[in-house]
Structures are given as structure tokens and as C-alpha cells.
């Protein structure tokens, strides 16, 4: 049996970063809607990092979506940039993985910070 559509695969992988006692790893996926990110966030824990699973997967994403009732054919009013983060447990860390996705431009992606 093969799914419809293909698995999330992150576009860039970090490298590893040791930081007390710590090793963080971030991974960027292409999103077009908070599903999506989500859906990526949930295929990088239970798929990817099944053999070794994560104590903290903080992620944020950015997704450019059409207005309720638009048709993207009037224009960028039709648009809207969704926003959202997610902690798992980390306090704030979230909210600054979605403040340098902002400060970069990063729109239609979600970064997934991985703590082990």
C-alpha cells in the first residue's frame, strides 16, 4: 500500500549543536498551511526519530493562505500569513524559532528544532 501523497521530507537539515548536556538539531520542511507543518512536525517525531526519539520538538511555522471566500484573483488582499509555534515542553523557545523565521523573510515553512 502506498499513501496518496509522499512523506514530509526536510528541505535542509543543521548540524548538530552541543550545548550543556544537549544536542539540538533543526530541521526546515515545506508548508503550505498550518496541516502541513503539522503533519511535518508529526512525520519528523514518529518517523524519522522513532529509533531515536526527541525529549523536546519545538517548532514555529509561516504560511501564506488564501482569505474565507477569496480566489487569490484579486490581488494580495486575498492573502493572509498565517503564524503559529508550538513549545513540547520548552518554555518560549517556540515563539524565538518563529521570531528568526520572521526576521529572515521565511514564509510556507515550518522549522522543527529537535532537543535530545
Not at 46 to 54: G, L
Not at 65 to 82: A, I, N, R, S
Request: proline residues 5%; neutral net charge.
Amino acid at each position: 500500500m502506498r499513501p496518496s501523497k509522499p512523506f514530509p521530507q526536510p528541505v535542509c537539515t543543521s548540524q548538530e549543536i552541543c550545548d550543556r548536556n544537549s544536542i539540538f538539531v533543526a530541521n526546515i520542511f515545506r508548508a503550505a498551511s498550518e496541516d502541513e507543518a503539522r503533519k511535518a512536525v508529526a512525520h519528523l517525531r514518529n518517523v524519522i526519530h522513532a529509533s531515536k526519539p526527541a525529549s523536546h520538538e519545538m517548532s514555529a511555522w509561516r504560511c501564506m493562505v488564501l482569505k474565507q471566500g477569496k480566489t487569490g484573483l484579486g490581488g494580495p488582499d486575498d492573502f493572509e500569513l498565517k503564524t503559529g509555534n508550538e513549545d513540547d515542553g520548552e518554555k518560549y523557545s517556540s515563539g524565538k524559532i518563529l521570531k528568526v523565521m520572521q526576521a529572515e523573510g521565511i514564509i510556507d515553512a515550518v522549522v522543527v528544532v529537535s532537543r535530545w
